[in-house]
């Protein structure tokens, strides 16, 4: 048993590997690096994660958000400042947001959808800059040949396992593909088309720049950027493969072995990193449970530049958007478009704008306006609960009983179940199922007080919680 599963985890590392190659030489030439910086960031990043980090299965590496963030830095300031960077965004993956991974388990479920709905997109519209050649999109014989072999390769990852579950079918597909396109002597575009990866063993080397004020006021903003993303990213990932393999992971560990894994990339020459969700989906669904499966994945990249080379730049890039392709529509929530009709109306608006945000801006903008959307739509609902029971009492004073919770968005409300112009001179306010939540609700019940006072009238409040009353007691305003 235990050898099926180190076999299971090899095989999908390996497939996984295949998968890394083409988005992280991507990734780079989008930052206008050298494609070799991406690799090794991708082993480097996707090795050490997986040793040490706290989520088995899931897959790190040269991700294309991180790609975006430091696109600037490098055209205007250089390489240098990048592995600087890299390093300083590290140590602060490591240090100051260690405890963002509690954080992200309040992501609310529609945000959740909304992230891996926008990645799908993202990751098929990716694909479709491989139809191109240059600036020129692919026509005629070409275009034919390509989304031929895209076919096949797609064919063959839903047709396999009907077949055989033994070896992983996104591999059988990049090979068989890959083996046809060579037999055949099929003239297609493939990934050594894209950049030639050939190299040696990175090498360490501290960035060479001054380390002064003036450098740190350009790259310090760079790197919170960097590691604000790279871990909401890495974060939302893990939640998503806690519940495809349905298991929990460590997001405290997994940030510190990430910063710690940016740190090496950014002393060996790599870019930074982060979770990558298409590559995790890829391992998972080639049967990659375990550590093995990231460091296999990692391992083989570096082989691939080392030693490889020559084989690896034959794989067709059709065979590779192929799987890329199946990757996108697993990823895809379609659960999500059934429960449009089923579920509150604030929650389907909540799923379209994160996944509309995400395709056309980025990920922390997409999840932070999700989450202000639902905050927003949860105070609006709490708000919307308060009310009061009133009764009068056999001595003539009137009791007001509310119920719910009163806070910033609820005050209006509250103070609108009250009539002090026309109440008895002597009123009581039941708090024993009204909670204050915050210094609004202070505020509230102070206005309603000087209300009464002004009407001359006595507004007596009891069965506070503890807890209300020192909120109470440290304003400075008498409950009794």
């Given at each position: 048993?235990k050898s099926?599963?180190?076999?299971a985890?090899?095989?999908a590392?390996?497939?996984t590997?295949?998968?890394l190659?083409?988005?992280c ?13 991406g690799?090794?960031g ?36 250089g390489?240098?400042?990048?592995l600087?960077?890299?390093l300083?965004?590290?140590l602060?993956?490591?240090?100051w947001?260690?405890r963002?991974?509690k954080?992200v ?5 529609p ?8 990645l799908a ?9 491989h ?9 005629g ?12 390769t ?16 996104a591999l ?21 088309d894209?950049a ?16 002064n004020l ?12 960097m590691?604000m993303?790279g ?12 519940e ?6 460590y ?24 979770a ?14 375990g ?6 994945a ?5 082989l ?5 080379s020559p084989?690896i730049?034959r ?8 799987v890329?392709f199946?990757v ?7 659960a999500?478009?059934r429960v449009?009709?089923k ?22 903008v ?33 009791l007001y ?14 103070l609108n179940?009250f009539?002090?112009?026309?109440d008895?001179a002597?009123?009581t306010l ?20 000087e209300r009464y006072s002004?009407?001359?009238k006595h ?5 506070l ?16």
């Amino acid at each position: 048993m235990k050898s099926a599963r180190l076999r299971a985890d090899a095989l999908a590392g390996l497939t996984t590997s295949f998968a890394l190659l083409p988005e992280c030489i991507a990734f780079a030439l989008v930052a206008h690096l050298n494609p070799l910086m991406g690799l090794y960031g991708a082993f480097i990043i996707c090795t050490l994660t997986a040793l040490f980090g706290g989520r088995p299965g899931m897959v790190s590496g040269a991700a294309g958000s991180m790609a975006v963030v430091i696109i600037a830095l490098v055209v205007q300031h250089g390489v240098q400042y990048l592995l600087a960077t890299v390093l300083l965004g590290g140590l602060i993956m490591m240090a100051w947001l260690l405890r963002l991974g509690k954080l992200v388990r309040m992501v609310p479920h529609p945000v959740m959808l909304g992230f891996v709905n926008g990645l799908a997109i993202v990751i098929a519209l990716a694909q479709l800059e491989h139809f191109k050649q240059g600036e020129t999109w692919l026509s005629g014989d070409p275009l034919y040949l390509m989304a031929g072999l895209v076919a096949l390769t797609m064919a063959i990852v839903y047709l396999l396992p009907r077949l055989t579950r033994s070896v992983p079918p996104a591999l059988v597909a990049i090979l068989g593909v890959g083996l046809a396109v060579y037999l055949l002597g099929l003239s297609t575009r493939t990934l050594g088309d894209m950049a030639h990866i050939a190299g040696g063993l990175p090498a360490f080397a501290w960035p060479d720049l001054p380390w002064n004020l003036e450098t740190l006021q350009i790259v310090v903003p760079y790197a919170v950027i960097m590691a604000m993303v790279g871990l909401l990213e890495t974060l939302l990932t893990l939640n998503l493969t806690d519940e495809i393999t349905q298991s929990r992971g460590y997001p405290d560990r997994e940030c510190v072995a990430l910063g710690a894994a940016n740190i090496a990339s950014g002393l060996f020459g790599g870019m930074g990193g982060c979770a990558m969700i298409g590559q995790t989906v890829i391992n998972l669904s080639s049967g990659g449970r375990g550590r093995l499966s990231g460091v296999v994945a990692g391992v083989m990249v570096l082989l691939f530049v080392l030693f490889l080379s020559p084989l690896i730049e034959r794989i067709p890039l059709a065979a590779l958007v192929g799987v890329m392709f199946v990757v996108a529509q697993q990823t895809f929530a379609w659960a999500s478009l059934r429960v449009i009709n089923k579920v509150p109306k604030n929650d389907v608006l909540v799923i379209i704008a994160v996944t509309v945000i995400t395709v056309f801006t980025d990920l922390a903008v997409a999840v932070l306006c999700g989450i202000v959307i639902a905050a927003l739509n949860f105070a609006w609902q709490q708000a919307r609960e308060l009310y009061a029971d009133t009764h009068q009492e056999a001595d003539g004073s009137k009791l007001y009983r509310l119920h719910g919770t009163l806070f910033f968005a609820s005050t209006t409300p509250f103070l609108n179940q009250f009539d002090p112009a026309n109440d008895p001179a002597q009123v009581t306010l039941d708090c024993r199922h009204l909670s204050f939540v915050d210094y609004s609700a202070v505020a509230a019940l102070k206005t309603l007080r000087e209300r009464y006072s002004k009407a001359g009238k006595h507004l007596r409040v009891f069965h506070l919680s503890e807890r209300c009353k020192q909120m109470l007691k440290r304003a400075g305003v008498h409950h009794d």
